[in-house]
């Protein structure tokens, strides 16, 4: 059964296009075939590894929703580390925005 994590707080096994998904713990969403996808605000997201882990093994990195390939990924969360401590407190969708 998929799993989908909402913005309300809810789960559901179904998809429901008018809630947002949303999870900042784990993937936002759970396929059965062991596929997963993490999202904040109903946008592609994770900054700690790939925001969607195939079933099949590929790999998919998103910022904001916004696509990078691996090695720029790691370039960019390089950046990152390099920043001010206090700047990496920000939500992270604000301070790639300005990268």
């Given at each position: 059964m998929n799993?989908?994590?909402y913005k309300d707080g809810t789960t559901?096994?179904?998809?429901?296009?008018?809630?947002?998904?949303h999870r900042v713990d784990g993937p936002a969403?759970?396929?059965t075939n062991g596929t997963k996808h993490w999202a904040t605000d109903d946008k592609r997201h994770r900054?700690?590894?790939p925001a969607i882990e195939w079933a099949d093994g590929s790999k998919y990195w998103y910022v904001d929703d916004q696509h990078y390939t691996e090695k720029e990924f790691k370039r960019l969360m390089k950046e990152v580390k390099q920043l001010p401590k206090v700047l990496r407190l920000i939500?992270?969708?604000e301070w790639v925005r300005k990268l």
């Open positions: 799993k989908y994590y559901s096994s179904k998809y429901d296009s008018s809630k947002e998904v969403i759970e396929n900054i700690d590894g939500d992270p969708r």
